[in-house]
């Protein structure tokens, strides 16, 4: 069956510190994933994406990592500071660029910046 | 631009009553999907539109039904409310790959 995990519930860091969120997916058949931030209150909010014929992708700050070989996926965040606190999901999608939006969520992971 | 706009933010019914979520999805986009949120489930997919149709559905009862107009707005419909349909609704519009969140409905069933 279709299931996108997360490692670790809670994560706590310091802030200046750089944080690494993990997600592990069951369907190899994924070919697009993206991770969400959830502040409380709001919806999901994107963050970054990578496509399956990629490993890696960098933006401002984060950076995503793909191994497809034990279908894991990570967020590394670099330099966090304490409006990086939120919760973080991995979503994953077996349609890239094509007729579904139908988006499969992890669990998700706390992540809590200490000042 | 504006965003994914959901409506209303905050709802409470009994049990047995009946619910309309409103979901505008950002203009120009075709795509409205529809998500439950509880702290046991997580983010679960519901129902997906595109141009008026439902193209893609979760592993929901028929209690959960939705639909999509001609102006991509869409609702979804929750009939015979159960206490465990308690949780955020939240919907998600897209144009290419990336989806947009709205900040969700708070559905409270008592």
């Known amino acids: 069956g279709e299931n996108v995990g997360l490692h670790l519930p809670t994560l706590s860091v310091q802030e200046g510190d750089n944080s690494i969120i993990n997600c592990a997916y069951s369907?190899?058949?994924?070919?697009?994933f993206i991770w969400y931030k959830q502040e409380s209150g709001k919806g999901p909010q994107f963050i970054i994406d990578?496509?399956?014929?990629?490993d890696k992708r960098q933006g401002q700050r984060v950076t995503v990592l793909l191994n497809k070989t034990v279908k894991h996926l990570s967020l590394q965040i670099a330099a966090t500071q304490p409006g990086d606190s939120a919760v973080y999901f991995c979503?994953?999608?077996?349609?890239?660029?094509?007729?579904?939006?139908?988006?499969?969520f992890g669990t998700g992971t706390l992540l809590a910046v200490q000042p | 631009k504006a965003g994914v706009t959901q409506t209303p933010r905050y709802l409470i019914k009994t049990r047995g009553q009946q619910v309309t979520l409103s979901c505008s999805p950002i203009?120009?986009?075709?795509?409205v999907s529809w998500y439950q949120q509880t702290p046991g489930q997580g983010l679960q997919f519901l129902f997906e539109?595109?141009?008026?149709?439902?193209?893609n559905k979760g592993n929901f009862p028929g209690r959960f039904s939705g639909r999509q107009f001609s102006n991509s707005r869409s609702e979804m419909n929750v009939s015979t409310l159960e206490l465990g349909d308690s949780a955020l609704y939240l919907c998600?519009?897209?144009?290419?790959?990336?989806?947009?969140f709205g900040q969700g409905t708070r559905l409270t069933v008592v």
């Open positions: 998600a519009s897209r144009q290419n790959t990336e989806a947009f």
């Open positions: 369907n190899s058949a994924s070919d697009y």
């Open positions: 990578i496509r399956s014929n990629m």
């Open positions: 979503a994953e999608n077996h349609d890239y660029g094509g007729a579904t939006n139908k988006l499969i």
């Open positions: 203009s120009g986009h075709r795509s």
């Open positions: 539109y595109f141009s008026e149709t439902q193209r």
